[in-house]
């Protein structure tokens, strides 16, 4: 399908700057230290130039050379950037910085482009694209697409020879553009493709990406259709046969006439020339061609002279006259000659830069895939020492936590051997010698005491009696057989009815025959800390009833005591044995809540993750 411009939406009223001037524009950002005058970049190398070799010096002065370098370019005075391309070179031969390679192989084509060495330009772009790809260096990159297709169609604008490359290249940075931000290079590189496939006599898709362009321009704020545009426009509309859209096309270039250059006019007289022999008006070829002539022998270019004189003879058979048709086919051997011999150069440059572009990029290929090896082992012996690093660890957990299971078995051992000790000094020396006072104070004849000294008497018996019972519970009680060898839920049973039958508190055990096995130091703290706070139920409580309640929750253990007594007297955990539970419940890594009120008494809530008995710990 045929891509047609709406002509209302063109203005056709005035002249308006050439598409070079726009591509100019877009050549200006690439870098912000173009903004300094040749004397400030001279003088900031100088500097650079003293300073000794580093990575960092090294590859200042490359930017800063590359910035005059393009001054002078972008100046008009290519040759004056040689020397500073020429240094460049030399430091990025010394130095292996990626960037500084790329920059100076774009570098380079600009150079030669400005000096319509097309082939060399092409070869140095080339070069740069995939280099500056690899690099995720966008902007430079899409100059660089830009650029070569400059270099590529204008150097004679009638020489094919590698185009079809060149399309290629010039389709490869259109869609890389369609995701950058700069729209300027999206325009310009559409405008190149469609004056590409104007050489290949592809008039659909000529006429397609001048659209795509020059709409492109506009949302940018152009208003006024540039003189190229508009020619590209005509010779599109011309082939297609589309009169309508050809005329306001054809009559906006004849505008920019009184203003064109020797380039721009020998394009406007070739283009008109083309036109006036599609259509068959044959003087007016005649006419447009011996002007185009003229032009190119300004230019002093072969190829467009070859190119105007086959017009002419075409056009003089058709005007029936053969000598003067004679005369043209003589010149035109004449140029064929010295034409063939450029173009065959050219061939063979091309050859030549497919064949060093394929050599360097299998180089860039080996150097890669050496990278990537050179990652991999990299990868693998961090890999190796990471796991080296982490079974030391491992093994070093491993045996720290023997070591706590062996001191833990250690203090668990030291306290049972401790907690027998004592039980027996009890039992053995302090039981026995209540026992021998109560029994001494059993002989005294109390016959003779008066009333106030048998109330003693009586007391003083009652307090020994209840000191006898008192060492013999906690004598038996501090670490009972059961404990070890049933476990702590029986081993409170026994201790429960052992308190039923010696205190006027009653406990009631809520049924813990039914709980497994844990770890003995669960065992043993949990133990210890309900003989704390019996003690303390018996010592201070007043209470008549005492409510004992051991449940196993999933992974945890729920240990409930409470009674009816008068509640704490000291808020909080600030007693000695109360400061020991605490400490017990830190060690088990538990909790402990307490509730107290001098109407309903006191509940102790302490809940601790179990350890079983064969658990590692």
């Known amino acids: 399908m045929i891509l047609k411009k709406n002509v209302a939406c063109i203005d056709y009223s005035c002249p308006a700057m050439p598409i070079i001037c726009m591509l100019f524009l877009l050549l200006q950002p690439d870098t912000s230290r173009f903004s300094q005058s040749i004397e400030q970049l001279t003088l900031r190398r100088h500097v650079l130039e003293q300073q000794p070799s580093g990575f960092k010096r090294d590859t200042s002065l490359i930017r800063v050379l590359d910035s005059c370098a393009r001054y002078w370019i972008l100046s008009g005075q290519p040759i004056r950037a040689s020397e500073s391309l020429r240094r460049g070179e030399v430091i990025c031969q010394q130095r292996n910085w990626p960037l500084g390679q790329a920059l100076l192989r774009y570098r380079k084509g600009h150079?030669?482009?400005?000096?319509?060495?097309?082939?060399?330009?092409?070869?140095?772009?080339?070069?740069?694209?995939?280099?500056?790809?690899?690099?995720?260096?966008?902007?430079?990159?899409?100059?660089?697409?830009?650029?070569?297709?400059?270099?590529?169609?204008?150097?004679?604008?009638?020489?094919?020879?590698?185009?079809?490359?060149?399309?290629?290249y010039l389709q490869e940075g259109l869609a890389i553009s369609e995701q950058s931000p700069n729209r300027e290079s999206y325009a310009a590189l559409c405008f190149r493709l469609s004056r590409a496939y104007l050489l290949v006599k592809d008039y659909?898709?000529?006429?397609?990406?001048?659209?795509?362009?020059?709409?492109?321009?506009?949302?940018?704020?152009?208003?006024?259709?540039p003189f190229y545009d508009a020619l590209v426009y005509s010779i599109c509309y011309t082939h297609l046969n589309d009169e309508v859209h050809f005329r306001p096309a054809w009559s906006h270039c004849r505008a920019f006439l009184t203003k064109l250059n020797t380039l721009d006019s020998y394009e406007f007289y070739l283009a008109s020339a083309g036109i006036n022999q599609y259509h068959g008006n044959y003087e007016q070829t005649l006419t447009d061609g011996k002007r185009a002539l003229r032009y190119a022998d300004s230019l002093q270019s072969p190829v467009r002279r070859l190119q105007i004189h086959r017009i002419l003879v075409n056009t003089y058979k058709k005007l029936n006259q053969p000598t003067l048709a004679l005369h043209e086919l003589e010149e035109i051997k004449q140029l064929e000659d010295s034409t063939q011999r450029q173009r065959s150069s050219v061939a063979l440059a091309e050859l030549q830069i497919r064949y060093d572009t394929r050599l360097k990029q299998k180089e860039i290929d080996r150097l890669t895939i050496q990278h990537q090896r050179d990652q991999a082992g990299f990868l693998a012996g961090g890999l190796l020492i990471l796991s080296?690093?982490?079974?030391?660890?491992?093994?070093?957990?491993r045996q720290l936590r023997q070591k706590n299971r062996a001191i833990l078995t250690a203090q668990l051992q030291g306290q049972t051997l401790e907690r027998q000790r004592v039980a027996a000094d009890l039992h053995d020396n302090l039981g026995t010698t209540l026992s021998a006072l109560h029994w001494n104070l059993e002989a005294l004849d109390k016959t003779g005491l008066t009333a106030t000294e048998q109330a003693v008497y009586a007391n003083i018996s009652q307090q020994v009696d209840q000191a006898y019972n008192d060492v013999r519970l906690l004598s038996h009680n501090l670490l009972p057989d059961e404990l070890a060898k049933r476990g702590l839920g029986a081993a409170l049973r026994?201790?429960?009815?052992?308190?039923?039958?010696?205190?006027?508190?009653?406990?009631?055990?809520?049924?813990?025959?039914?709980?497994?096995?844990?770890?003995?130091?669960?065992?043993?703290?949990?133990?210890?800390?309900?003989?704390?706070?019996?003690?303390?139920?018996?010592?201070?409580?007043?209470?008549?009833?005492?409510?004992v309640d051991l449940i196993q929750q999933n992974d945890t253990l729920h240990l409930t005591i409470s009674d009816n007594g008068v509640g704490l007297i000291q808020q909080g955990k600030e007693g000695r044995g109360l400061q020991n539970v605490a400490a017990r419940v830190a060690a088990m890594d538990g909790q402990w809540e307490v509730e107290s009120d001098v109407e309903k008494g006191v509940k102790h809530k302490i809940t601790v993750p179990i350890r079983a008995a064969n658990q590692v710990s």
């Open 494 to 547: 026994q201790l429960v009815d052992k308190l039923n039958r010696g205190t006027l508190t009653h406990f009631q055990l809520t049924d813990a025959g039914g709980l497994p096995r844990f770890h003995p130091q669960t065992e043993f703290e949990l133990y210890s800390i309900c003989l704390e706070l019996f003690n303390n139920t018996l010592k201070h409580a007043n209470a008549t009833e005492s409510h």
């Open 111 to 168: 150079y030669q482009t400005l000096l319509r060495n097309a082939s060399q330009a092409k070869k140095y772009f080339m070069e740069a694209i995939p280099r500056l790809k690899q690099l995720n260096q966008t902007h430079f990159l899409l100059l660089a697409y830009v650029q070569m297709g400059a270099s590529e169609i204008d150097r004679d604008g009638t020489d094919t020879t590698g185009i079809g490359t060149t399309i290629r």
């Open 388 to 397: 080296l690093a982490l079974g030391y660890i491992v093994y070093s957990n």
């Open 204 to 225: 659909n898709e000529a006429l397609f990406f001048v659209d795509a362009s020059w709409k492109e321009s506009q949302r940018m704020g152009y208003n006024t259709l």
